[in-house]
């Protein structure tokens, strides 16, 4: 199955789908008061995102395990997870809020 990215005026959506009509109704039908602004199939049956485009700098700690952990403890509340990561890092608030946010997009 194919892999698209669907571009509405406040979402860009990786999904896989069986042709452009179906990704279009996937999108619409999580995000009906929004229209589809761009829709492009993927060349591949992936996504990379860069952690550098979102922020996220390399350092001692491995940035996804440590959110993914917050994300655990706080049982998907964001707001919670945030504080949860600045104090196991030190990071300000609008790094852990990068790399919540960055994991939550993910699927953690």
């Not at 199955?1 to 789908?17: C, G, K, R, S, Y």
């Not at 964001?78 to 608030?93: C, F, N, P, W």
Request: with cysteine; glycine share 6%; net charge negative.
């Amino acid at each position: 199955m194919p892999l698209f990215e669907v571009e509405t005026q406040n979402h860009i959506i990786i999904t896989w789908a069986d042709g452009e009509t179906a990704a279009a109704e996937v999108v619409q039908s999580a995000y009906p008061e929004e229209d589809v602004i761009r829709l492009t199939k993927r060349p591949r049956d992936t996504w990379v995102i860069s952690k550098s485009a979102l922020g996220i700098e390399r350092g001692n700690l491995d940035p996804c395990n440590t959110a993914r952990d917050c994300l655990s403890k706080a049982a998907g509340d964001k707001v919670h997870a945030i504080r949860l990561y600045m104090q196991e890092t030190g990071s300000d608030l609008e790094l852990a809020r990068k790399a919540i946010e960055s994991n939550m997009v993910m699927g953690w």
